[in-house]
C-alpha cells in the first residue's frame, strides 16, 4: 500500500513537469516529404527560316548528301522533343534522322549507294522560379548534340581495287555528314493550363564538322544564333 502510494504521487509530480517543459518530451515523428511533381511531356519547336538560310544554300554550303546538319532534314525548321519535367528542371531529348537510297543497274551489275544521318540531342533546363499555371517562367539551358553518319557504296561485280575506292568514297561522304555540338540558351514560358505550355527560346549553337578529300582533311567550326516558337503538352 506504501509503495503504491509513493508511485502515484511520484507520477503526479513528474507529469506536470513534462507538459511544462516540451523539449522534456520525446519528439514526434518528422512528416514526410511530398513528392516531386515530375510528368512526362511532349512538345515541337518551330524555327522560322531567315535570309541566312537563303544565303547558306546561295553559297553551295551543303554537304550534298541531305544529312548533315545545315542541310535541313536531320535539324528540320519543325522538330518535336520529348522528356522529363519537373518544378525547376527538366531534361529533354530529340532525335532526327535522313537517310537515301539509290540503286544502278546495267547489263553486268547493280550498284547501290546509301547515305544518311541520326542526330541525338539532349537538354537541361533550370528554371528559376516553380512553374504554376497562369504564370511567365523564365529559364537557362545547356545541350549537346550529334551527327552519327551513315554511308555505303557496294556492288557485287566490283573487284578489289573498286572495293577500295568504294570505301573511301563512303568514308569521305561519313565525314561530310558527322559532327557534333552544343548549345546555351535562355528562354520563358506561359504555362497557359495544367497541360498546355507556350513559350519561345533561344540559343547560341557551335557545331564542328569536317570534310576529308584525297589531299587534306578540312575542319570547320560554326556559331550562330535562332530564336523559336514552342508548344508543349503534359502527359
Known sequence: MLF???SSVALGLVTPALAADPAAAPPAPAAPEAPADRHYVLG???????RADLVWIA???LTGTLAGEFDGAVR????????LQGDKTAWLVSLGAARSTSVSWTLESRETTAMGGVRPALDMQRYLLPRQTGATTA???VGVSGVIPMASVRSASYGEQEVEDAAEEA???RSRIGGVGGRVGLG???LLSPGITLGVRTHLNAHRGQTLN???LRVATWIWADAALRLQIEL
Not at 515541337?44 to 531567315?50: K, L, Q
Not at 528540320?76 to 522528356?83: D, N, R, T
Open 76 to 83: 528540320p525548321a519543325l522538330s518535336a522533343y520529348g522528356g
Open 59 to 61: 553559297e553551295d554550303q
Open 214 to 216: 584525297e589531299d587534306a
Open 188 to 190: 520563358g514560358e506561359v
Open 139 to 141: 529559364w537557362w539551358g
Open 44 to 50: 515541337v519547336d518551330w524555327v522560322p527560316a531567315s
Open 171 to 173: 568514308r569521305a561522304t
Open 4 to 6: 503504491a502510494a509513493v
